[in-house]
């Protein structure tokens, strides 16, 4: 009954996508004003009804995970009953099938609340908005229905003799059931699905043809929603990997770490040059570029989650159906880019295309040569497309990719004999520069290095790919690779962090720069040798230099935050002045009233703080290991640690976990008893691998990080010794803060004005009301 | 020590860990066989050549089909054998690990190059690693070009000097003139700032 209830809700959501999307387009072209209405309208609940449908289907997914109904094959795979209600729930995103119905959810939230009141500015965009939101959500409805879809009924390929309903379940994997779990999948896909807003915008934008900044206003705070999620939940992803994975660190460049970090790099550089737009007109092709990368962006990283192209830690996530989503990224950068071409973007058009189609290259050549291909399905409903397919998509590719190379090469010959016009561009910009000391300047730059950073990343990421397609290599590029390659990247990042809201419009003069940055520039010198004696200078020095990069780092994040603290003191004693407030009051009042601006240096404070913590913690741990008696001690930077003793703890139906208690002391004095331990977990047909699970001690200056390595005799836990695992991290409790400071500086910047918050216009044409 | 485990990754299906941190077979028994071979006065470099040399070699294919060949009646022979390999890289004590271990090891400990966590960079991998940076800087030198062009365009003098320019003129007659026009000037572009 659930299993029927839930696949009829999917179903019929796709059918209202389906609906939704004709709906849109018509309306899109409908010249009739009331006709526009009228579809728009249907459009807009088409929308809301897929919404519905995708809650109730999630909500029966829920039901079935905490009422153990195994009748359902996605429930048994994923959960069993010892099991705490909190991870039954968590559950639902556990595996492949149920992540993507949460993917579907989230989108259709998104369509939902899109369509819900839109600005009347974007008015007339909105029925292709809802278009292309469809199209987003047919494509996905699509893969929960067909392929993997949670409300399978049966037992799984492999598997057809056993007794059906089972009495119990399979049992999550045991590094799922962590309570940063619960929110790291959420967050992000919150941050990966709200890209696709933006991206609705921006296609809408044109293929309407109203290519002027409104719809960049309108998206703004859907991007910096999404953006702030994409952050967070990959900050959440840190935490989980530093409190779970006890590889003493919480980032490893994995390629899944990687691919979501991508999009938020380019969504980086968007926020930043949407505000150029707005100023100045400029960068209105740049813009869509950012926008359509974003989103293909976005795709991308399922993709490589899913595919297993790569090898990564996040294994548990691939099954067969990357194709799928290679070809939905395929057909949404051909929508994207056809658009932009007819608009007369053809540089940018080009500049996609070379994109996909590079992609494209490595990843079709890097399966068919080195004979990569995605692992057998975890899932048995996700069957893996046919290999025609595939080269009916190449063929695709190098169609488009050479008639677009022939367009972008006659473009920019054009372009040069004519002056540097192109012939018709709907996107031409404003463009008007003074100086290369302006805030503009500093915008392109911060973009230029954003990409850069972004294309870094992704370069990293699919070089044992390409490398192995290209020359027959097989190589690695893991951690000892990016840790050389992003740093400088970064470090210019964050001195543009600090200069580039300091700068003024149009064009500074030396008397600007003075006033600006005098005092940050003494502050971040005076903090040079006063970090140098504080002990900043263990790490590599830079070749014959006598500085280390630490210590660069450390002096940037310095002056970074006197800029921003000179910044808030500045405004406040103006507003005192001007007002007669408090300080404080003005500092609150001037924060408010300037939510973007002031808003957006908190997230500038969060930036630094978090490079700040990095820095610390990665260059400056300490690692010791030793193998222990019960009674023995371990010395660490002033910390004792004496192992008191090793204990069994068991939850029936769930785990068993072996904790070693160890007191911690500091000068003599205890300060508490830490558990570091080794979780088995039960379930049918689960890695039964011990898991170690770190017990950390956080403090503001260093974190005490312990792992119980082994336990030499589990049968005589009085007399066994242990392997314990030490480490120190310095300062890592503030990455974890920055992460808490960044939300609340989006936080400040969302806020809704006054003005926002007043309800549109609304006429009346024949009973149908509507938006001015 | 740290810094050589922190160069080498784990291929056993573990997704890349580098060995100093991952704690499955493979990374013990590398990192057993690096201990020794820091003790025998390797260098990092001397140590990671042996290692990709080592693990490319046709020996320790041999070893591993053995292995899988032949399973645990092979036990002695593959044993023996995996001690003498490593004596050619030199690592003249190994104990500790049984012949699971061993079979464990030679089935995942990755072949050649791809145990390091970075290619070096020679060859045809320089090209993977100065590519961001060469792009970064021709991208640059591209945006700087259209910079370029914009700036020149910005600045057509007027047809007919309207009030600005005069004025702008007139400032800069003289020093004075020029400082307190600057001030306005400042002045009026803070309100273009948000």
Known sequence: MAADLGRFSILFALLCAAYTLVAGIYAGRAKDRLRQEQWWQSARRGLLAVFLLCALAIGVLIHAFVTHNYNITYVWSESNRGMPVQYKVSAVWGGQDGSLLLWVFVLSCYGALMVWRPQPTVRSIMPYTAAVMAITQVFFLLLVNFTANPFRVGPPHGLEGMKWPPPDGRGLNPLLQNYWMQLHPPALYIGYVGLTVPFCYGMAALMSGKLDSDWIIAVRRWTLFAWTFLGCGILLGGIWAYETLSFGGYWAWDPVENASLIPWLTGTAFLHSVMIQEKKGMLKGWNMVLVIITFALSIFGTFLTRSGIIQSVHAFAQSGIGPYFWTFLLLMIILGFGF????????????????????????????????????????????????????????????????????????????????????????????????????????????????????????????????????????????????????????????????????????????????????????????????????????????????SFSLIVLATCVFVTATIVWEFYRGAKARHALTGESYFAALINLTLRNRRRYGGYIVHFAVALFFAGVTGSMMYKVEVRKDLHPGDTLRIAGYELKLNKVAIERVPGWKESLVAHVDVALKGRKLLTLKPRQDTFEGFGRDMQQTPIPAILYTPQHDLYLVLRQVANPNNLKSTSIHLQVYLFPMVLWVWVSGVIFLIGNFVCMLPGAKELRAPERVTVKGWVMER | MKDVTSSLVCKCGCGNMLISACECTNAQVYRAIVTQQIKAGMSKEEILDSLVKMTASQKLKDLAEQVEREGAVAEAAVMEGFRQLLKEYGVERFSGFGFGDVAYFLKNCGRGEEILGAPKAQGVHLIGWTLPFILLLVSGGVIGMFLMRLKNRAIPAPSTPDSASVERSQATSSPSALSAYEARLDEELKKFDF
Do not use: C
Not at chain 1, 399 to 426: C, H, Q, T, W
Not at chain 1, 451 to 478: D, Q, R, S, Y
């Open chain 1, 340 to 547: 932009l071409f007819l608009r007369g973007w053809y540089v940018s058009a080009g500049l996609v295309t070379l994109f996909t189609f590079g992609l494209f290259i490595i990843h079709t050549f890097g399966r068919l040569k080195t004979g990569i291909h995605p692992p057998a399905p975890d899932t048995p409903n996700a069957p893996l497309p046919p290999e025609g397919a595939e080269y009916l998509l190449l063929a695709v590719s190098f169609a488009v990719a050479g008639a677009m190379a022939y367009v972008v090469s006659s473009e920019l010959i054009g372009i040069f004999k004519n002056d540097g016009k192109p012939r018709y561009n709907a996107l031409q910009g404003d463009n008007e520069f003074e100086s290369w000391l302006s805030r503009e300047a500093a915008f392109l730059v911060n973009n230029w290095l954003f990409v850069g950073a972004a294309f870094a990343v992704l370069f990293g990421t699919m070089l044992p790919n390409l490398t192995e397609a290209l020359w027959g290599a097989k190589i690695t590029v893991a951690g000892p690779y990016f840790n050389v390659v992003m740093p400088p990247i970064g470090l210019a990042l964050l001195f543009l962090t600090g200069v580039g809201p300091l700068i003024p419009w149009r064009r500074a003069s030396p008397k600007n720069l003075w006033r600006n940055f005098r005092l940050p520039a003494a502050v971040a010198g005076a903090s040079l040798p006063l970090l140098w004696l504080m002990g900043v200078r263990q790490d590599a020095y830079i070749g014959p230099i006598p500085i």
